[in-house]
C-alpha cells in the first residue's frame, strides 16, 4: 500500500483520509476533463491532446477503483475476487485501486563472496505497478519533456486569436 493522507496528517483516521481523497480526485478529474474537452473543441496542440487523455484516463480508472471496486467485488487479497457479492468488501467510496502488474523476471541469492550484497536475495523487477498511474505518468511526462513545444502553439494560437 502507498503513502497515505494519514501518513502525513496523523490527526486523520483512515476513512476520513480515504473520503477526502476520492472527492478530491473527483474535484480533479472534473477540472481535467473541463481542460481536456476545450483542448479537443479548439484543436490546440496534438501533444497536449494526448498528455490529458492519458492523465484523464488514468484518473478516471483511479476513480472507479476507488469508487466501486469496494462495493463490486470481495476481498482479493490472496484469493480471486468474486463479482457482485452480496456484500462487497468496502463500501462505496471507499475501494482499493486494484489493477496492479508485477513481473518478476529473474531470481536469485548473491553467493556469500559478493561484497556488499553477498547472501541477500535478489528480484529483478519486484516492484508492483499501477496502471492507471503509468498512464498518469506517461501523460505528465509528456507535459514535461514536451512543454515548450506544446505551450508555445498555445501561445501563438492565443497571440492570432488577438490579432
Given at each position: 500500500m502507498g503513502t497515505q493522507l494519514n501518513d502525513i496528517l496523523p490527526f486523520i483516521n483512515?476513512?476520513?483520509?480515504?473520503?477526502?481523497?476520492t472527492l478530491f480526485r473527483l474535484i480533479a478529474i472534473g477540472g481535467l476533463g473541463y481542460w481536456?474537452?476545450?483542448t479537443l473543441k479548439k484543436q490546440d496542440a496534438l501533444l497536449l491532446s494526448w498528455a490529458?487523455?492519458?492523465?484523464?484516463?488514468?484518473?478516471?480508472g483511479n476513480i472507479i477503483d476507488s469508487v466501486f471496486y469496494g462495493v463490486i467485488f470481495t476481498d482479493s487479497y490472496r484469493t480471486i475476487a468474486t463479482l457482485f457479492p452480496e456484500q462487497g468488501y468496502a463500501p462505496l467510496f471507499f475501494g482499493h485501486v486494484v489493477d496492479m502488474l508485477?513481473?518478476?523476471?529473474?531470481?536469485?541469492?548473491?553467493p556469500e563472496w559478493v561484497p556488499f550484497v553477498g547472501g541477500d536475495h535478489f528480484l529483478f523487477f519486484q516492484y508492483i505497478f499501477n496502471i492507471a498511474d503509468v498512464a498518469i505518468s506517461t501523460g505528465v511526462g509528456i507535459l514535461i519533456v514536451f512543454?515548450?513545444?506544446i505551450f508555445s502553439k498555445l501561445e501563438q494560437s492565443d497571440e492570432s486569436l488577438e490579432e
Amino acid at each position: 500500500m502507498g503513502t497515505q493522507l494519514n501518513d502525513i496528517l496523523p490527526f486523520i483516521n483512515d476513512e476520513f483520509a480515504k473520503l477526502i481523497l476520492t472527492l478530491f480526485r473527483l474535484i480533479a478529474i472534473g477540472g481535467l476533463g473541463y481542460w481536456l474537452w476545450n483542448t479537443l473543441k479548439k484543436q490546440d496542440a496534438l501533444l497536449l491532446s494526448w498528455a490529458l487523455s492519458l492523465i484523464f484516463a488514468g484518473a478516471l480508472g483511479n476513480i472507479i477503483d476507488s469508487v466501486f471496486y469496494g462495493v463490486i467485488f470481495t476481498d482479493s487479497y490472496r484469493t480471486i475476487a468474486t463479482l457482485f457479492p452480496e456484500q462487497g468488501y468496502a463500501p462505496l467510496f471507499f475501494g482499493h485501486v486494484v489493477d496492479m502488474l508485477q513481473f518478476p523476471l529473474v531470481e536469485w541469492d548473491w553467493p556469500e563472496w559478493v561484497p556488499f550484497v553477498g547472501g541477500d536475495h535478489f528480484l529483478f523487477f519486484q516492484y508492483i505497478f499501477n496502471i492507471a498511474d503509468v498512464a498518469i505518468s506517461t501523460g505528465v511526462g509528456i507535459l514535461i519533456v514536451f512543454n515548450k513545444k506544446i505551450f508555445s502553439k498555445l501561445e501563438q494560437s492565443d497571440e492570432s486569436l488577438e490579432e
